[in-house]
């Protein structure tokens, strides 16, 4: 009987790199997928949308087409030429929706990755230093828990706000100037507020990982090589950690977006004329009656901001599991 010589490559079964297992597991997840393509078209209709809102008319003092009042058609119901119709002042709905959008949306991304460089690197250094440090920075979190984030974001309001309204009136690039630096001011510091109250539960995640890693032997060998501790972190540690940090990354963007949209909707957050998703949800809130039901002033908003939350919550499941070493 002759024997069937195999080649290495033919007896030895190709194994799987860890991030396509990853895809793979986040793939087969159908409510992810359905949220991650949601999300995308949600995303690509608010800020591909933008250049057409904010375009700038020659025949009008109004800076964004959204803006323009037109009287006549206050309070419309959806037509063909107002897809969503108008609001209380005659402005075009999907117009400001798309513009409130992306507003919402950048100040929850912004605020997410905020909290997720201040959560990342408190939890790399309570967790590898220990000790006293270690005590001292986690205490602190616990004060930072005990707080009312909306107190905190209002004394970070009065505080900054001013400020930042004079560094942004000096901002100059060329001709280009900032017009309404009140207004920007807001929004910047509203994000920061968000972000730097959205890192306690991110540093506690980062902390119990990281002292689950400082003893492996990888970690005890790159010590004996005599690297420096911030090498450690930085070459050894760090890498470890890209699957927690993504998935709580986006589970810390949906808590952002609607803690935005609660301060819009309690007059603390984005300030009109500007629009976001929570003050428009307010303003559709303002004008119930019981005589006549202006309905497409709340229900847009609230289904914007509903589909939103939901699908960055179906990704931040898929992507949990995926990145789950007991999945299949």
Sequence with gaps: MTAVELSPTSAMPRGRSHWSMVRRRFLRNTWAVGGAILLFLIVAACFGSLPYWLAIDPH?????????????????APTDQHLMGTDQLGRDLMGRMAVGGAISLFIGIASALIAVVIGTAVGLTAGYAGGRTDAFLMRLVDMLYGLPYILLVILMRIALVPVGQKWLALVAIGNWKITNPDRWANVLVLLAGIGAVSWLTMARVIRGQVLSLRDQPFVEAARAMGLRNHQILLRHILPNLVGPIAVYATLIVPGAVLSESFLSFLGLGIQPPLPSWGNLASEGVATLSTVKVYWWLIVWPCAGLSATLLCLNFVGDGLRDAFDPRGG
Excluded: G, I, K
């Design 60 to 76: 009008s003092t109004a800076v964004m087409r959204m803006e323009f009042q037109h009287t006549d058609v206050m309070r419309q």
